[in-house]
């Protein structure tokens, strides 16, 4: 095994040429003020670092002022890839590099269940079960839902009446004109469209928002504040958690959202229970005004929809 090769004499030899040594940057009278500063500092934030210097120099005007600064800013960014300086978080420089940054203890997290006074607690908090959320009252029929308390004596608790109106049977009788005209007002009374702050679900097809007439399985009524992994607030006060601070004791009350019933308006029940069974009769007059408004030509100046009833077309 050959491990040594030594070139015959006659062989010509070429000399390889050696690189030469790098020439050192150039720096100017700026570059050299901006080190002179970093240095003195250690640590100087950027944008205070480029002002000082900017104002060094005294620039006539406001404009030649912004365009010395973003000269400087260049400059120092040509600082930072020569290494001649080092950047220390997001906004400050040093004239060296920093220092490792130890990663923090990971500590558990913890959650106050229990509400303080003047403090506003999230969903999420209230609805997790802790050390201190006993008093909360987990059971529907827990004594501390619908409770007066020394300080609240004045407010009103949860009405305890009859069941439900979802587990309401309905009557055999059919209603009267004047109970149809009743409901059709109550329902053109409410808001059209309106704005709901949604929440968790309470089952698989019922999507909770803020302030939902709920009712618990003991008859009970209530709004409904949150529901978050199965667990639903139920608040007698609309948008409102009152009660003692600490360990309670509270008007509200958190329940399984499995339990949790929602109320049915009784006016959209009754104008529902109306059509129960009933399907529209085929009407060949209204499938043929229908297909003549839709040849109809769209209104002037307009890209969708059809002209109003006054506007006459001509043939």
Wanted: proline fraction near 10%; aromatic fraction near 4%.
């Amino acid at each position: 095994m050959i491990s040594v090769l030594i070139a015959p004499p006659d062989a010509p030899q070429i000399p390889v040429a050696q690189a030469p040594p790098p020439s050192p940057p150039h720096l100017d009278r700026l570059d050299h003020r901006l080190l002179a500063v970093v240095e003195e500092s250690g640590v100087s934030p950027i944008w205070a670092l480029l002002n000082w210097v900017s104002a060094e120099e005294g620039p006539p005007s406001r404009a030649e002022g912004r365009k010395l600064r973003l000269d400087l800013w260049h400059r120092l960014k040509r600082l930072l890839r020569m290494k001649l300086l080092w950047r220390h978080g997001r906004k400050s420089v040093g004239i060296g590099p920093s220092p490792p940054r130890l990663a923090p203890s990971r500590r558990p997290r913890r959650y106050r269940p229990a509400q303080r006074h003047g403090e506003r607690l999230t969903v999420r908090q209230l609805a997790i079960s802790g050390p201190s959320s006993t008093t909360i009252g987990l059971d529907p029929g827990a004594e501390s839902f619908g409770q007066k308390t020394t300080d609240d004596a004045q407010a009103s608790e949860i009405p305890v009446g009859p069941e439900p109106n979802v587990e309401r049977q309905d009557s055999k009788s059919a209603p009267t004109s004047e109970e149809v005209a009743a409901a059709a007002r109550a329902l053109a009374r409410l808001p059209r469209k309106p704005r709901r702050r949604w929440t968790g679900w309470l089952n698989d097809r019922q999507h909770g928002y803020r302030d939902m007439p709920v009712a618990l399985p003991d008859g009970r009524e209530g709004h409904l504040y949150g529901a978050l992994r199965g667990k639903a607030i139920i608040t007698p006060d609309k948008g409102r958690l009152l009660g003692g601070f600490g360990h309670g004791p509270f008007r509200w009350t958190v329940v399984p959202a499995r339990d949790v019933m929602v109320v049915r308006n009784e006016a959209a029940r009754l104008l529902g229970s109306l059509k129960a069974g009933r399907k529209e009769r085929t009407s060949t007059l209204k499938a043929e005004t229908a297909r003549r408004n839709g040849r109809m030509p769209c209104r002037k100046g307009r890209k969708r929809g059809r002209p109003c009833r006054s506007a006459t077309v001509s043939g």
